[in-house]
Nanobody, 115 residues
């Protein structure tokens, strides 16, 4: 069983930045993938970014060039650096981990982009 805890959400003005963190309960070194998703009320959860165990990073077109996913295996933590934030980035952001065949999710952290 993997526990994931997100942090770093909050209120930011358009054009601002936030860094989300996702701390895992154990070693993430061998995880196949980790990633971030987001969800707004009444909509399906949307994929944002993924990082693989060999460091390959892929992004949704809507965040490419603005968001950066990374992970620190020494801290068992993954991050999402979000720059040039837009109002449409407002959502609850969820961390996901796939150690092998199962997926584990965090509880989510709210990001609100508003002036």
């Amino acid at each position: 069983q993997v526990q994931l805890v997100e942090s770093g959400g909050g209120l930011v003005q358009p054009g601002g930045s936030l860094r989300l963190s996702c701390a895992a309960s154990g070693s993430i070194r061998s995880f196949l993938t980790m990633g971030w998703y987001r969800q707004t009320p009444g909509k399906q959860r949307e994929w944002v970014a993924t990082i693989t165990n060999n460091g390959v990073r892929i992004y949704a077109d809507s965040v490419k060039g603005r968001f950066t996913i990374s992970r620190d295996t020494a801290k068992n933590t993954q991050y999402l650096q979000m720059n040039s934030l837009k109002p449409e980035d407002t959502a609850v952001y969820y961390c996901k981990a796939r150690p092998a065949r199962e997926d584990y999710w965090g509880q989510g952290t709210q990001v609100t982009v508003s002036s």
